[in-house]
């Protein structure tokens, strides 16, 4: 069984930046992919980006090109979200999520475990 907890997120300006974490907790060492996933109000949850254990990065979601980074630190099994440049339609609840494999995935059915979720604003 494995937790995931995650931190940060909150209101920013539009142009600002944050960074979300996604904490492990439990049966980690096997080796996890994790990914990041958000659900603005009213639209499905979409893809933002994942990374394997090893640090191998998926391409990411189109939105998220060139303004958002996945990195994680395996000693502290923590996934992180640095998010700059935002915008208003940044706005969602942000996800992460993790399966156990040295594969990521890009679609959330392929994930078993789910943080709590984070709420991300970006004021105009």
């Known amino acids: 069984q494995v937790q995931l907890v995650q931190s940060g997120g909150g209101l920013v300006q539009a142009g600002g930046s944050l960074r979300l974490s996604c904490a492990a907790y439990?049966?980690?060492?096997?080796?996890?992919?994790t990914a990041w996933f958000r659900q603005a109000s009213g639209k499905e949850r979409e893809f933002v980006g994942a990374?394997?254990?090893?640090?191998?990065?998926?391409p990411y979601g189109d939105f998220a090109k060139g303004r958002f980074t996945i990195s994680r630190d395996n000693a502290q099994n923590t996934v992180y979200l640095e998010m700059n440049s935002l915008k208003p339609e940044d706005t969602a609840v942000y996800y992460c999520?993790?399966?156990?494999?040295?594969?990521?995935?890009?679609?959330?059915?392929?994930?078993?475990?789910w943080g709590q979720g984070t709420q991300v604003t970006v004021s105009s």
């Open positions: 999520a993790a399966r156990e494999s040295a594969r990521y995935a890009i679609t959330s059915d392929l994930y078993m475990y």
């Open positions: 439990g049966r980690t060492s096997s080796g996890l992919a």
């Open positions: 990374i394997t254990r090893t640090g191998n990065t998926a």
